[in-house]
């Protein structure tokens, strides 16, 4: 009989999304495409609940790709946003994305626009 955990690690590669929720547990499974009450949610409960069981998975995990795209070769981006958050324990919406070199380009001249357009007045 095989590992459960490495079943259930087998099952959650296949989805790129699912090893962001186990990886990145702070961001709300809504951004990852998610419904509350989704399998996503049951995984995250058990992610939350069993630390052991989450470091097993993180190690049996492949790294994710792009967040984007799923391309490979992704590395934290710095978010361009400013939103007001505390550390309380809940949802960093200023969290690093983890962006490949096409999508980090892409990222990064929409925001230097956004915040040009808000520097200059027009929003």
Known sequence: MTDPVARLAERLA?????VYAVLY???PLTLLGFEYGSVAERVRELVVAHPDVAARLRAA????GCERCGASGA???AVRTAYAWTDDGGFNPNHPMHLCPPC???FDEYWTGMWADYYSGLM
């Open 25 to 27: 547990g702070d961001r």
């Open 61 to 64: 995990l492949p790294e994710p």
């Open 104 to 106: 980090t380009e892409e």
């Open 14 to 18: 296949t989805v790129p999304a699912l």
């Open 75 to 77: 590395h934290p981006t």
